[in-house]
């Protein structure tokens, strides 16, 4: 019996033992192709010997040191690092160790900016419906995810919600991709408008679509409708590149890819590949400034903030990214992983779309192509397809569909960077075995 309290309490779970580039290793030796990074984590696969010589290294000189006592080598020169590849003027770096924290650092960040501000009475976020954002009580509260929120729903602050920026179900007929995205742009208009803009402090947005949507990027100019209208009400722009950033879309930063700046950009996964808990927040300098010239002192903190051995891991992976031009890859990779998807996957009469960006792809399911309805969401098609690509050999990331009936069950794959051509095909293959059993 495990003593462990894991995610599930019913299922069993085999034992991961090793790791081998691409592949992870349980105890009986068998290999897992990993498509998926657990959850878009492992851009370098899992041996990276550069990586695991800079852990060694820092764990041997310094593992740790407190951030109320000290900064640390490590720690500095990774924040050199993000803010010189960072968009505009994201100039600070806060350190946490994962997603979720750096969001809520995020929130607090900007909430504290408000207070300090002068304008106290900012204290509403706007997030979007069918969002993840992280499980701590204000990143849930910020997620639109109804399945994750219903039983926590008494301790989280309100938040409102708008549209996602999904076209595969919500474009209209009639609309250009454009147009589209504008009508999202003014119902988040009217949004704030309800609230009173003077009270809104946050708009906060994922720029490609991970967990919940299955890789969906937004339509062309919204993002940028959305920074306008931001900076209209002086309401701060927090991106949440938890999953889609670091490399994952063929730029370092998704953000980038739609010619915006975030006030505030969040980051983990891919930050450290998975070689040591990490994630940040970056922050602009207008922030920042009137923090340091009000009280002087961010009111926020955990006890791993800037953790030595966690920011060396993490830029000896951002610097192995950039040494071995692994950026390039992700674009031709990625280019090659959607073309093998739809060759083998397009006709499949269960498949409706695949969409993404770099190597960051989905595929939803549905029950009927041309209708585009999707699968009773009770069928829990995404642990089935879980379970036989598990069986074939292969690591992907599926999601259930809403309980609304509002999007079906996808696939997420985020494979390494360091994959090659031939592991393009092992995926599909795998994949295409395991959807077989399940239909
Ligand atoms: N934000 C996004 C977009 C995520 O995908 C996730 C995790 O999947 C999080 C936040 C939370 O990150 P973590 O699980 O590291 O706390």
């Not at 926590?152 to 309100?158: C, D, S, V």
Request: aromatic share 8%; hydrophobic share 40%; charged share 20%.
């Amino acid at each position: 019996m495990s003593h462990v309290l894991h995610r599930s309490l019913t299922q069993s779970y085999p034992t991961a033992v090793g790791g081998d580039g691409v592949y992870l290793i349980d105890a009986d030796g068998k290999h897992y192709l990993d498509a998926c990074g657990g959850a878009a984590v492992s851009c370098l696969g899992h041996s990276d010997t550069d990586v695991i010589a800079a852990v060694k290294q820092q764990i041997a000189s310094l593992a740790y040191a407190h951030s109320s006592f000290f900064t640390t080598e490590p720690m500095e020169a990774l924040a050199d690092l993000l803010t010189e590849q960072a968009p505009g003027k994201l100039d600070y770096v806060y350190f946490v160790s994962g997603g979720s924290e750096a969001v809520e650092a995020a929130l607090k960040l900007a909430r504290q900016y408000f207070v300090e501000k002068g304008e106290p009475e900012r204290r509403h976020v706007i997030a979007r419906r069918q969002s993840y954002h992280g499980n701590t009580l204000g990143a849930l509260a910020a997620g639109g995810n109804a399945w994750r929120r219903q039983q926590f729903q008494p301790l989280l602050i309100e938040v409102s919600h708008v549209s996602p920026c999904y076209a595969y179900r919500d474009q209209r007929m009639d609309e250009t991709p454009e147009a589209y995205g504008t009508r999202l742009v003014n119902e988040l208009e009217t949004e704030i408008q309800r609230l009173g803009p003077e009270q809104v402090m946050a708009f906060i947005a994922e720029p490609v679509v991970g967990a919940t949507l299955g890789a969906v990027p937004a339509v062309p100019g919204y993002f940028k409708g959305i920074r306008e209208l931001c900076d209209r009400y002086g309401i701060l722009l927090i991106c949440d590149e938890v999953m889609c950033g670091m490399g994952r879309t063929g730029a370092m930063f998704a953000s980038e890819q739609e010619g915006i700046e975030p006030d505030l950009l969040c980051i983990a996964k891919g930050l450290g590949a998975g070689y040591q808990p990490i994630g940040a927040t970056l922050v602009s300098k207008t922030i920042v400034d009137t923090i340091k010239n009000g009280s002087g002192f961010f009111q926020h903190g955990h006890t791993y903030i800037g953790h030595a051995t966690a920011c060396a891991a993490a830029l000896a992976v951002q610097k192995t990214i950039a040494e071995r031009g692994l950026l390039a890859r992700v674009n031709t990779l990625g280019t090659s992983l959607q073309q093998a998807l739809e060759e083998r996957f397009q006709s499949h009469p269960h498949v409706g779309d695949i969409r993404g960006r770099g190597l960051f792809r989905g595929i939803e399911l549905v029950l009927d192509k041309k209708t585009r309805e999707p699968f009773d969401p009770a069928l829990k098609l995404h642990a089935k397809v879980k379970a036989a690509a598990m069986n074939a050999g292969l690591m992907c990331y599926p999601m259930g569909g809403t309980l609304d009936g509002r999007r079906g069950d996808h696939i997420l794959l985020a494979p390494p960077f360091i994959m090659e051509e031939q592991h393009v095909h092992e995926l599909v293959d795998k994949l295409e075995l395991a959807l077989n059993t399940v239909f």
